[in-house]
């Protein structure tokens, strides 16, 4: 089992940055596959960002040059940066874990979950 804890989420304003942070334990982090997801009010839970165990970095067209995952395996974290926030941003961000790559873009392709954090976008 993986327990996965973010922080690092509140009201920020338009145009402004962020850094999401994911915290891990339980098993060998480095072996998994991370993922950010977020989901606003009504709204499916919707692909943000991931990163495999190479390093290479997958992201949603929305988000890609503003966005950056990165991870530290010897801490057993994972992070999300992201720059010139908008609005319609706002929402639940949520850390995941995967065992195994089969699809990066969708919630299934994730066996573990953190809670949550929530980024606040003022316009």
């Known amino acids: 089992q993986v327990q996965l804890v973010e922080s690092g989420g509140r009201l920020v304003q338009a145009g402004g940055s962020l850094r999401l942070s994911c915290a891990a334990s339980?098993?060998?982090?480095?072996?998994?596959?991370m993922g950010w997801f977020r989901q606003a009010p009504g709204k499916e839970r919707e692909f943000v960002a991931a990163?495999?165990?190479?390093?290479?970095?997958y992201y949603a067209d929305s988000v890609k040059g503003r966005f950056t995952i990165s991870r530290d395996n010897a801490k057993n974290s994972a992070f999300l940066q992201m720059n010139s926030l908008k609005h319609e941003e706002t929402a639940v961000y949520y850390c995941a874990a995967g065992a195994r790559m089969i699809v990066l873009r969708t919630p299934s392709g994730y066996d573990y979950w953190g809670q949550g954090t929530q980024v606040t976008v003022s316009s």
């Open positions: 339980g098993r060998t982090f480095s072996n998994y596959l």
């Open positions: 990163i495999v165990r190479s390093d290479s970095t």
